[in-house]
């Protein structure tokens, strides 16, 4: 069974920092692209950041450009996505997704996690 999990989310305060980390079971992550993406309630579902197969290219949205770092470990098979200076417009759910494009639109991705809730708060 082709299966993407994501941990590390929780509430934090603003200011601070939190890292996800993406596992993959059933599959190999380094075949595919990761994005993360995170929806926050009542809003349409945003993408974060993504990472190309191999690590060697990365991008980030504009509004977490800076703040947000996506790495990962083909070894390990796990993705992280690092956040810090969290700010309360970060709170969302938070997933990850497995692509074969190069591309931030959820619609391309083939896997989806279940999400992890993110909450900045003081």
């Known amino acids: 069974q082709l299966q993407l999990v994501e941990s590390g989310g929780g509430l934090v305060q603003p200011g601070g920092s939190l890292r996800l980390s993406c596992a993959a079971s059933?599959?190999?992550?380094?075949?595919?692209?990761i994005g993360w993406f995170r929806q926050a309630p009542g809003k349409e579902r945003e993408g974060v950041s993504l990472?190309?197969?191999?690590?060697?290219?990365?991008y980030s949205a504009d509004s977490v450009k800076g703040r947000f770092t996506i790495s990962r470990d083909n070894a390990k098979n796990l993705v992280y996505l690092q956040m810090s200076s969290l700010k309360p417009e970060d709170t969302a759910v938070y997933y990850c997704a497995a692509g074969r494009y190069y591309v931030m639109t959820s619609s391309w991705y083939d896997y989806w996690g279940q999400g992890t809730q993110v909450t900045v708060s003081s």
């Open positions: 990472i190309s197969k191999n690590g060697g290219s990365t």
């Open positions: 059933g599959f190999t992550l380094d075949d595919y692209v």
